[in-house]
């Protein structure tokens, strides 16, 4: 099954990646975009997807300072 | 008195950590691939980019096979000296409290700073005064320490923030000036800048970074109760 895993900062973390983005928009005539984050993206083919979320725990994102999502991909390969 | 100093792929200052631990005992490095600790009485994990930084600095190194024998050993009570990636990986393994997110300049910056020993009566800065300041290098782009503020709180009460940046050397934004921490039972300890870039006059500017090998020299033969 394809699963996708969405990592975040956790909020009320300083993201210094997203204040970055977030400043540089104006400056290329885009206004109006605030609260930018930035994070990560893991796409992966699992047989047993009971097993994604100890891998989110344990190695794919770090729960002290990041949120995870996992999504379910239908048509999955 | 016997260090082993980790080798990761990618980690670029065991040589410098290797001759920093001679300096007051012996050493030798240990490969990642290794179980062995080869009897060692303290171990160094080094600084560099173990394992390439992949996914988040420390987090693959944290599952390798060396480190599986460290943590067992420190569950014993050794000592393990964590600088710089090895300060992330000590926390990826969750020998140490916290984590180490992107500086907030989002720059690598390569500086001298000044370090206050908050706690001398570890097994790491025992052979410093409390209050003395450290001369030693830091670089690096993510060493901005965050823990929760509960965690952070306890953390203060049982005396283990043991190293902070001296006022206006916060260049990374760590929560409460944060340098250098120890685990609840002391015998573990890191801190992103390197001690073992500052064991000589002539090549570092200074030797307070000795301090520290030289404390452990000191905390395993017992000289520091």
Known sequence: MRARVLI????GILDPQGVAVERALPALGFAGAANVHVGRLVELDVEDPTQLEPMCERLLANPLVEDYEVQLLDGSS | MKFGILQFPGSCDEVDALDAARRVGDAELIWHAERDLKGCDAIVVPGGFSYGDYLRAGAIARFSRVMESVIAFASEGGLVLGIC???QVLCEARLLPGALLPNANLRFTFRQVDLEVLQADTSFTCACALGERLSIPAKHSWGRYYADERTLSDMDAAGQIVLAYAAGENF????????GVRNEAGN????????????????????GGLKIFQSMRMAVEGVHA
């Open chain 1, 8 to 11: 975040r900062p956790k909020a």
């Open chain 2, 172 to 179: 990374n934004g760590s929560l409460r000036d944060i340098a």
């Open chain 2, 188 to 207: 573990v300890f890191g801190l992103m800048p390197h001690p073992e870039h500052a064991v000589s006059e002539l090549l570092g500017g200074s030797t």
């Open chain 2, 85 to 87: 990636n090895g300060f």
